[in-house]
């Protein structure tokens, strides 16, 4: 029995990338003798909640010993970038994200001297320098490589010297050969169940598909034949009946999110597939079935749709004409175009069989020790380049000090009500093209429906179930804002654009810090949401929702749904602290939040919670370490003050202020006509 690896993202609730495996493991056993395919994704699943078991890719570098050849993707896998799926992240540090899913198993194979096969994934995004002598490796050192699109294959072949990089079809369209054409015994009970008795249309539940919704609607006589049924595709990537039931009111919908093959066949007896989802139109099209889609998304990796003539554009902010839609629906014969696909894979899974089948050498390939030799080198220039990286940000913490100190001069002060100026022209900009959350139905934009899909990101029952401590004032310790995987995506996200330094003096000598707006006194928009990383978005998000206000209410036992909320990120360079203070009178509640990954307290950088005005005299300590956070609320008592970052210390000591004040007041960080540029933190 071989032992086959396969690794990608199986362990996410998406269609498409739930069927790479059952589809590999179905074509690897008209080929091999007993293939026994263990697929590898970062949470491990059990096959009793799972359409199949999947182990953690913590253990792959322990398990690969074991394996007979390593099989990767297929979709959209080949990437650097953080964004795979919202809050998506390795389960622990160790494990570098996303090269994880990827490379890193390949190279691990490759050492091994397993051969290595490309299962048509496609290439997303930059692939950075450091990576080059990877990727390299990887390339040269696999037995077949398979990408889906020419795109994939431009972005690969820099790095793949004489390697050959073959273009195939998503294995998707091979979806049809894994069952004959009868009906399955589930699909049939659930149609019953859900009362699906009369042909169908399928529509994907997400937003982008309310032209659909109108005409079906104004014309419901035409399509009184048709029945719909609502099918959450991706509801990882946020698709949910909610989203659009009110805009198909008599819709069918599923009990639960069904097993993919299930999904498979219900998109595959439908007479029309409405959708934005590529493995939705790829499943219909394998099917004869006529797919639908907004041409606002017929661009990127949905040109690969562009040549199959079953598949209907329309405009989702027009009117569809009745009888375009009614004359197009139905079942009909394989596309010449979907044979040639299926006969292209056939090849393909005969390819990926052959190199599987290939002999183990069990011994560590040239590309490999190429890869350790050059490793030192480029480890070291790395190294050298930290430093001097860190050099500089020392050197441009002074100069931001001199700046600051001009900005406080005479002839800044001088010119202020011109650089006030500029600045309300710039806001009158700004508020044309702020981007802000809203409702998911009324979003256009991929990132924000993201974030209305995947909901908050702060547990909020942390706040919920706190309480309040009374010694030497009212003030809380809040842990665990968010779970491990969404604290490390904060954490490593934390924003750097948009801030402007803040001078201190500590009676010897001057520091810095550096402050960027989240939300604005007063406002219900996030600022500069669009340079927020997804999760960023989500917090902020949750500091505006009404949520989070109930809770800091009862927890501070201070009523705050009328009063105005600030929030700001900051950053505390080498040498900065927060001498001892009460916090102005208007500042009635402040939260703030830490998003340090690990903290060193020998750096200082804690916050002081103080019995008096002295520094010496804390009762408590709180480090800036990612989900732990502290209320204070304000009182003649609540001293509190932030220990001196050490000056050598080379993190920044990351943290948001929440504050929320009493009606009318102004921000003293960021003071109306505040002209002060601001600029991204290195
Ligand atoms: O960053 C901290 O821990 C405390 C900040 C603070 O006291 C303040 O902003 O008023
Ligand atoms: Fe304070």
């Given amino acids: 029995m071989a032992a086959i690896g396969m690794c990608g993202t199986f362990d996410v609730e998406n269609y498409g990338d739930l069927l790479f495996p059952l589809i590999a493991a179905h074509e690897l056993r008209q080929r091999l003798p007993t293939p026994d395919l263990q697929k590898f994704s970062y949470f491990s699943k059990r096959a009793a909640q799972w359409p199949f078991d999947v182990v953690s890719l913590t253990e792959f570098a322990a398990t690969v010993e074991n394996l007979d050849g390593l099989i990767v993707g297929g979709g959209h896998i080949i990437r650097f970038d953080q964004d795979v799926a919202p809050g998506y992240l390795p389960p622990n540090n160790d494990l570098h994200h996303p090269s994880s899913l990827w490379l890193i198993p390949m190279l691990l194979a490759l050492e091994q001297g397993l051969p290595v096969v490309w299962n048509a994934p496609a290439v997303y995004g930059d692939i950075p320098a450091w990576a080059a002598p990877l990727l390299t490796a990887a390339l040269i050192g696999s037995k077949y490589i398979a990408v889906r699109d020419a795109a994939s294959r431009q972005a690969l072949m820099p790095f793949a010297r004489d390697a050959e990089i073959n273009i195939v079809p998503d294995t998707v369209f091979g979806i049809a050969n894994l069952r004959d054409e009868n009906i399955s015994r589930e699909c049939a009970a659930l149609r019953q169940d859900i009362g699906l008795h009369k042909p169908y249309l399928v529509v994907q539940a997400t937003v982008g598909l309310d032209a659909i919704a109108r005409v079906l609607k104004k014309h419901a006589a035409t399509f009184a034949d048709y029945q719909v049924l609502l099918l959450p595709i991706g509801p990882v990537l946020g698709d949910a009946e909610k989203n659009i039931a009110h805009d198909f009111p008599t819709a069918l919908r599923l009990p ?120 030192p080198k480029a480890m070291e220039t790395d190294f050298v380049f930290e430093n001097k990286l860190s050099q500089a940000q020392n050197t441009i913490g002074h100069l931001r000090i001199e700046v600051a100190d001009l ?96 001078k201190g003096y500590d009676g010897e000598k001057d520091y810095g810090y550096e402050a960027r707006e989240l939300v ?102 709180v480090a800036p370490i990612v989900g732990s956070s502290a209320l204070l609320v304000r009182s003649d008592k609540s001293w509190h003050a932030v220990s001196r970052v050490d000056p050598r210390c080379t993190e920044s000591r990351r943290s948001v202020t929440v504050t929320f004040y009493r009606d009318h007041s102004v921000s003293t960080m960021w003071p109306p006509g505040d002209a002060t540029p601001t600029h991204d933190y290195i």
């Fill in 256 to 375: 639960q999110w069904p097993n993919p093959l299930l999904l498979a066949e219900l998109i595959g007896g439908a007479e029309a597939a409405i959708g934005i989802s590529l493995h939705l139109a790829i499943t219909a099209l394998a099917y004869g079935v006529p797919v639908f889609r907004p041409q606002q998304s017929a661009h990127g990796k949905y040109g690969l749709l562009a040549d199959f003539d079953t598949i209907h554009l329309f405009d989702n902010s027009s009117e569809i004409s009745p009888q375009w839609l009614q004359q197009k629906l139905g079942k009909t014969a394989l596309s010449v175009a979907v044979q040639k696909a299926n006969a292209e894979l056939k090849e393909h899974w005969d390819k990926v069989a052959a190199a599987l089948n290939s002999s183990i050498t069990r011994r560590v390939p040239a590309c490999i020790r190429e890869l350790w030799q050059k490793l």
């Fill in 407 to 502: 900005r406080s001069s005479l002839s800044w002060r001088v010119t202020a009500p011109l650089r006030a100026l500029a600045k309300f022209i710039q806001r009158l900009r700004n508020q044309r093209s702020t981007p802000t959350i809203t409702a998911p139905h009324q979003t256009k934009s991929v990132a924000a429906i993201d974030i209305a899909a995947a909901g908050g990101i702060m547990q909020f029952e942390a706040i919920e179930t706190c309480e309040l401590r009374s010694e030497p004032y009212g003030w809380a310790a809040v842990e665990d804002l968010y779970s491990a995987q969404n604290a490390a995506a904060l954490a490593d996200t934390f924003p750097r654009d948009h801030y402007k330094a803040v």
């Fill in 520 to 621: 604005a006194m007063g406002s219900k928009a996030i600022s500069h949401a669009a340079d927020l990383s997804v999760a960023w978005q989500r917090l902020a998000a949750d500091l505006l929702s009404p949520r989070y206000r109930a809770a800091l209410s009862r927890l501070s036992g201070i009523d705050l749904s009328n009063l105005q909320m600030e929030a700001n990120a900051f950053h505390y360079g080498p040498g900065a602290w927060l001498g001892p203070h009460l916090d102005l009178r208007d500042k009635i509640v402040t939260h703030v939040l830490y998003f340090n990954p690990s903290w060193n307290i020998a750096d200082g950088g804690c916050l002081q919670i103080l019995r008096s005005s002295s520094m010496r005299d804390a009762a408590h300590v």
